[in-house]
């Protein structure tokens, strides 16, 4: 297994797209995070969770996540290299647990570095936009328990998109089907959720789709109000990505190269 994993480290850490692609997740959280703490303003929007809203990137740069992840296993079915990678690692087990490692150690880092770029810009943004103790409001700080738990949670949440994504492009092998699988998961959806006329609908949705029911970890205030619960949303989150690592190595098992 040590020689799996430090192969795969080195075809991550070398691949021309990983420091593209890694450093686009933390532009895009980071950015699109102080926007929205740039443009949502109290009085007009008092009763907003604060933390939430300076944690908004996160949708957009799971996005990046999730490519990153789809291309360390069908990339090497679209070039051929993964004929080479079975003969020199028969287990395949292994061989995805392996790449499941690799990818958990980069967007562990890269998210922590997204999110806390994200609350920094969100602490130095929120209070000029009205969001003040003098509306009791407090500032965002990492010794607020439910904000810690936002802030890891929000990497946690990045690195079973990650291994989501892994999984599902095991199972199909093809980039454009597994983004395309992955992706309409992400953002189609929760959208679907909006739109929906029968409200248990809306929130069944809201429960068991993977960004839903995982984005509830972020919030702060009025959590007694969500569909799911912070830490059980997470957790239905996990079950999708253990779910598609599950399913794309039986079929990695099962089938030819």
């Given at each position: 297994?040590?020689?799996?994993?430090?192969?795969?480290?080195?075809?991550?850490?070398?691949?021309?797209?990983?420091?593209?692609?890694?450093?686009?997740?933390?532009?895009?959280?980071?950015?699109?995070?102080?926007?929205?703490?740039?443009i949502v303003k109290c009085p007009g929007s008092c009763s907003a969770d604060t933390t939430k809203?300076?944690?908004?990137?996160?949708?957009?740069?799971?996005?990046?996540?999730?490519?990153?992840?789809?291309?360390?296993?069908?990339?090497?079915?679209?070039?051929?290299?993964?004929?080479?990678?079975?003969?020199?690692?028969?287990?395949?087990?292994?061989?995805?647990?392996?790449?499941?490692?690799?990818?958990?150690?980069?967007?562990?880092?890269?998210?922590?570095?997204?999110?806390?770029?994200?609350?920094?810009?969100?602490?130095?943004?929120?209070?000029?936009?009205?969001?003040?103790?003098?509306?009791?409001?407090?500032?965002?700080?990492?010794?607020?328990?439910?904000?810690?738990?936002?802030?890891?949670?929000?990497?946690?949440?990045?690195?079973?998109?990650?291994?989501?994504?892994?999984?599902?492009?095991?199972?199909?092998?093809?980039?454009?089907?597994?983004?395309?699988?992955?992706?309409?998961?992400?953002?189609?959806?929760?959208?679907?959720?909006?739109?929906?006329?029968?409200?248990?609908?809306?929130?069944?949705?809201?429960r068991w789709t993977p960004e839903s029911a995982g984005m509830a970890i972020q919030a702060t205030?009025?959590?007694?109000?969500?569909?799911?619960?912070?830490?059980?949303?997470?957790?239905?989150?996990?079950?999708?990505?253990?779910?598609?690592?599950?399913?794309?190595?039986?079929?990695?098992?099962?089938?030819?190269?």
């Amino acid at each position: 297994m040590r020689h799996a994993l430090h192969a795969e480290w080195t075809k991550l850490r070398t691949a021309p797209g990983t420091a593209l692609l890694l450093a686009a997740s933390i532009v895009l959280t980071a950015g699109a995070s102080a926007l929205a703490a740039a443009i949502v303003k109290c009085p007009g929007s008092c009763s907003a969770d604060t933390t939430k809203l300076s944690l908004t990137g996160v949708m957009i740069g799971q996005a990046t996540v999730a490519t990153l992840a789809v291309l360390v296993m069908s990339g090497e079915y679209s070039s051929g290299m993964i004929r080479v990678t079975l003969a020199a690692m028969p287990r395949r087990p292994a061989l995805l647990g392996a790449k499941a490692a690799a990818v958990t150690g980069v967007v562990l880092i890269a998210g922590t570095i997204a999110v806390a770029a994200s609350l920094l810009a969100g602490r130095l943004l929120e209070p000029g936009n009205g969001f003040t103790t003098h509306r009791g409001i407090a500032a965002l700080s990492l010794a607020h328990g439910p904000m810690l738990r936002a802030a890891v949670g929000s990497v946690l949440y990045l690195v079973l998109i990650a291994l989501l994504s892994l999984g599902a492009a095991t199972a199909l092998r093809d980039t454009a089907a597994a983004l395309t699988v992955v992706l309409g998961l992400l953002y189609i959806f929760p959208v679907l959720g909006v739109v929906a006329l029968d409200p248990a609908w809306q929130h069944r949705i809201a429960r068991w789709t993977p960004e839903s029911a995982g984005m509830a970890i972020q919030a702060t205030r009025n959590l007694g109000a969500l569909p799911i619960g912070p830490w059980a949303g997470l957790g239905v989150l996990a079950a999708w990505a253990a779910a598609a690592l599950l399913a794309g190595g039986l079929l990695l098992r099962l089938r030819d190269a």
